[in-house]
């Protein structure tokens, strides 16, 4: 059954970017359960996949395309592999097991990364999988939640796995909650004396606006990183608040471009909130930062 599943690695470019497009995280997941794709069958082992790179996977829904052979999120993936440079600073909120904190210590070797993971269980894996990949000296993994303040909060997690956590119940009945620290970008950049942020990559499952209420000073300066974002309505909706409020408070701090990642080897520039509002994840930066970094790549911006 899994050589089955494997099978979608050889389906064209984008198909999988426009499933996730046009269904949803419980269908998808009703899917694999139904079809002989249960997570729970992912065995407890060691994983390394094409590009080197090691992962202590196991039986939660997060390794399943790390397992299957899939590959995790592979158009935003190889898009990243041709946007970063080697000496970028890089921020990712919501780190999870780290598959893109790993792969962004991989392509900025001459940079840093600071990775955010509140989740204690989940941030053991992250350590875990920093060492597996001899990258502990390269990135600095922080044990909080990044919110629009700094204190303590809930996070909530939930059986079906850990790309699920989340600042909010959303709706779901079935959980658990762990106290944890929280902070806002602004106040950790001041702490540490950063300067300097080329790169945000931000999915915290629904409270991604928060994370953006609590970088005023960071998205407001000249040099304001790339962002790419998770989108995702549903969440959202937990939080009270909806994708055209993401859109407007990245316009109020200048942001004037985004694209959708619409498969690994092209970019689709959102032109209205309505575009927008469609879309899963953006790629949001001001004036020609992605145009100059992907010129004369194999990527192409419609």
Known sequence: MKALWSCLKYFPPGFLTWIKRHSSP????????????????????????????RFHIGPDLIYWP???????????????????????VILD???????????F??????????????????????????????MSGKVTA??????????TCSIFTFEKGSAYSSLSSLGEKSYKTVEVPKTSLDKYLSDQGISRVDFLKCDTEGSEFMALQGAHELLSAPGAPMIFIELNEQTF???????????????SHGYDRFYEIVSAY???????????????????????????RLAGTDIEIQ
């Open 26 to 53: 419980r269908l998808r997941l009703w899917i694999r359960e139904t079809f002989g794709g249960s997570y729970t069958s992912i065995p407890d082992v060691i994983h390394a996949v094409p590009d080197g790179r």
């Open 266 to 292: 092209g970019l689709r520039q959102l032109l209205t909130p309505q575009s927008f509002g469609l879309a899963g994840y953006a790629l949001c930066v001001k004036g020609m930062a992605i145009v100059d």
């Open 66 to 88: 790390i397992y299957t052979g899939v590959g995790f999120e592979p158009e935003a993936t190889n898009v990243f592999r041709r946007l970063l440079r080697a000496d970028d």
């Open 93 to 103: 909120v919501g780190a999870n097991f780290g598959w893109y904190t790993t792969l």
């Open 237 to 251: 909706h937990a939080f009270g608040y909806t994708k055209n409020d993401v859109w407007q408070i990245l316009r």
């Open 105 to 134: 210590a991989q392509l900025a070797p001459s940079g840093r990364v600071y990775a955010f993971e509140p989740v204690p269980e989940t941030f053991g894996c992250l350590l875990e999988t920093l060492a597996l990949n001899g």
């Open 142 to 151: 922080v044990q909080a939640a990044v919110s629009d303040a700094v204190g």
